[in-house]
């Protein structure tokens, strides 16, 4: 009985582990959450936190941001693009470059910012990767003031 009790404990599932993707009820959402939290995890928590609460004052927080709340599809832009020069979040100012993320396909942008556009208290739904792909192809200068 106890090594299935250390196997349980051992394979609870990534839903579990985070707060917000277990509130999420639409089944597709919550499956675009789950993948886009392990490219996240990849790609974005290294400055970003695995909590999104940022790097101090270098790293903006995309937990509980006012400037990624503001703007998803100038968010799916930085995601692909990255982004230069100062930018405020939450009444302070960010002036650290983030590197883009080019490799990644419009389904794994959408399913990263499904993740992060839907933990963390945030209830936006899902993000289509026709979304992005319109975000993408939008004329943007991107601008991150």
């Known amino acids: ?3 299935l009790l250390a196997f349980l404990a051992c394979s609870a599932s990534t ?3 985070v707060p917000g993707i277990q509130e999420i009820q639409d089944l597709k959402t919550k499956q675009y959450a ?3 939290q392990q490219l996240y995890l990849t790609y974005c928590s290294n400055c970003h936190q695995e909590d999104g609460s940022g790097l101090k004052r270098l790293i903006p927080p995309l937990r509980e ?3 990624m709340l503001a ?9 692909h693009h990255g982004a230069q020069g100062e930018m405020t979040v939450n009444g302070l100012v960010y002036n ?3 590197p883009g993320n080019p490799q990644l396909t419009p389904l794994e ?3 990263i910012s499904t993740y992060i556009y839907n933990v963390w208290g945030h209830q936006k739904g899902i993000i ?3 979304q992005v792909k319109e975000a993408l192809s939008a004329e943007s200068d991107l601008d991150v003031q």
Do not use: L
């Open 34 to 36: 789950i993948q886009g």
């Open 1 to 3: 009985m106890p090594i």
């Open 71 to 79: 703007d998803v599809a100038r968010t799916i832009r930085i995601i």
């Open 65 to 67: 941001s006012d400037y």
């Open 96 to 98: 650290q470059p983030m």
């Open 109 to 111: 942008i959408a399913q």
């Open 128 to 130: 289509s990767s026709n």
């Open 15 to 17: 839903e579990e582990k």
